[in-house]
């Protein structure tokens, strides 16, 4: 079992900047991938962006790019997400995911594992 606790979350100005963190702990080995998702109120759950957890090759949605970048600390079994230019559409709660085998990178239903979700509010 691999367990994820996500963290950074919080109010920001539009035009502002947020890092999203996401712990794992647990059988990382077993980790393959990770990805984050958001869904805000009344929406279905989007993909953001995900990361070979070896390699460290990134995947993002193009409604991100060029605002938000995936990372992670191998070391350190953190995952991070740093977000740029929010605006108030990003307004989410964003969740980190983990699979432990290779498949489509943009459908939660292909990640094992799910953290807790942390909110992010974007104001004007």
């Known amino acids: 079992q691999v367990a994820l606790v996500e963290s950074g979350g919080g109010l920001v100005q539009a035009g502002g900047s947020l890092r999203l963190s996401c712990a794992a702990f647990?059988?990382?080995?077993?980790?393959?991938?990770m990805g984050w998702f958001r869904q805000a109120p009344g929406k279905e759950r989007e993909f953001v962006a995900a990361i070979n957890w070896n390699s460290g090759g990134t995947f993002s949605a193009s409604s991100i790019q060029g605002r938000f970048a995936i990372s992670r600390d191998y070391a350190k079994k953190t995952m991070y997400l740093q977000m740029n230019s929010l605006k108030l559409e990003d307004t989410a709660v964003y969740s980190c995911?983990?699979?432990?085998?290779?498949?489509?990178?943009?459908?939660?239903?292909?990640?094992?594992?799910w953290g807790q979700g942390t909110q992010v509010t974007v104001s004007s």
């Open positions: 995911s983990a699979r432990r085998t290779f498949g489509v990178l943009d459908i939660p239903s292909m990640y094992d594992y």
């Open positions: 647990g059988r990382t080995d077993n980790i393959y991938g």
